[in-house]
DNA sequence: TTCGTTGCAAACATTTTGCAGTTTC
DNA sequence: GAAACTGCAAAATGTTTGCAACGAA
């Protein structure tokens, strides 16, 4: 891996997703940094995100809704992804111990680096809206 | 949900994806069907996929290098995918129980329906090839 | 001074969509 | 015969990349 230097949109990038529960995409990271950073490009949003995330420092969560998602929370955790908000929350009792994991790496002959564990469906709002459509209709 | 009619096309590519343990892309399965159906096309492949996968007849796997993967296998388990050849595993002994998923959602009030578990990293291939690849440095 | 980083815009890749014709029931 | 399904091509979307200028060490 090449050298990394320091530089003051990475670090902005980083300490705003450090400030947030919302699990961002590159979009909505760029979107906020704007205004303090007029001249941010969305490129080097994503480069910077690739490049943290290589690192391990930050987490990818998976593509929600044709996004990717970002975590900057590296404590082994699950998720449960919104299908019609989007929305992504921590379950915070529900990963998988790094030990179960490594072991079945070496079952399989597999180097394990990292995991996505993603629960779907409705969040508690997006449940009550569509009983409300279904009784509409 | 509007009124489901048996087509060809989707009979063929379910049949197709019964038949292979290797988690397809969209492409994939056009590339294999366009031999016997010269006229298919790449839309009504992702319809299709789509369509079966609203009805869990299949199963997302998620977005691996840049495309979604797609599982016949609705029975619970999880995956191991390759960040080097994009390959992806099945891991039998390693499904979250229904039961543990349900409880999980009725906890936080979630309507779970589905969930992907993905464990990442290098298959036992790709492992030896890094290994001679940083030796040669 | 070196080389990593950035802005900009163009390029890229995957997926979705509108429409007219076809197939299913 | 109504409505779902399909082929085709264009559009839409998210992400990557080339290059010249900039910034950190």
Chains 1, 2 share one sequence.
Not at 63 to 71: A, L, W
Not at 80 to 108: H, W
Not at 121 to 126: A, E, F, I, R
């Amino acid at each position: 891996m090449a050298i990394v230097r320091r530089s003051q949109k990475r670090d902005a990038i980083l300490r705003l997703m450090r400030s947030t529960k919302c699990h961002p995409s590159a979009d909505w990271i760029y979107q906020q940094l704007k205004e303090q950073y007029p001249n941010l490009s969305l490129g080097t949003v994503y480069r910077n995100l690739n490049q943290l995330s290589e690192q391990h420092i930050i987490r990818r969560v998976g593509v929600i809704q044709g996004q990717e998602r970002f975590d900057a929370d590296t404590y082994p955790h699950a998720h449960f992804v919104c299908n019609r908000c989007g929305t992504v929350m921590d379950l915070p009792d529900c990963a998988p111990s790094e030990q179960d994991i490594q072991a079945l790496g070496k079952q399989y002959g597999f180097m394990v680096e990292g995991h996505e564990f993603n629960l779907r469906g409705l969040c508690q709002d997006c449940k009550h809206h569509i009983t409300l459509e279904e009784s509409a209709s």
